[in-house]
């Protein structure tokens, strides 16, 4: 998402609005049902405001559900427990590639050090 978003800060809501349709429309040509979107995040709307808010990677401090989310989604990608994945979270923000590095990092030198 972050290659999409425009490179000033914005809370203009016209501005997300056109935005959400932008993914919206994508998703569709990739082959997602609106469904699934709903699912997984609730309100396209309301994610990329907080993308927009927080694109330097910081964490909300207010939004849970953001929290709930990513840390999710990093369990399941990075075969880690929820509380790992939180811990993660904490510790680097909420810069999607970032996490995923150090998910991998981390499971690389785990696997490692097994060996020995």
Do not use: C
């Amino acid at each position: 998402m972050a290659e999409h978003l425009p490179e000033v800060v914005t809370d203009d809501p016209a501005a997300i609005s056109d935005l959400t349709d932008q993914a919206m429309e994508a998703a569709d040509r990739e082959g997602i049902e609106v469904s699934e979107i709903y699912e997984e995040v609730g309100s396209v709307f309301e994610v990329i405001a907080q993308a927009m808010r927080h694109r330097d990677g910081s964490l909300p401090e207010t939004d849970l559900r953001e929290f709930d989310l990513l840390a999710g989604q990093l369990s399941r990608e990075a075969n880690f427990t929820e509380a790992q994945a939180r811990d993660l979270i904490e510790r680097f923000g909420t810069d999607w590639e970032k996490l995923l590095n150090q998910a991998h990092f981390l499971k690389e030198v785990d696997g490692r050090l097994r060996q020995e």
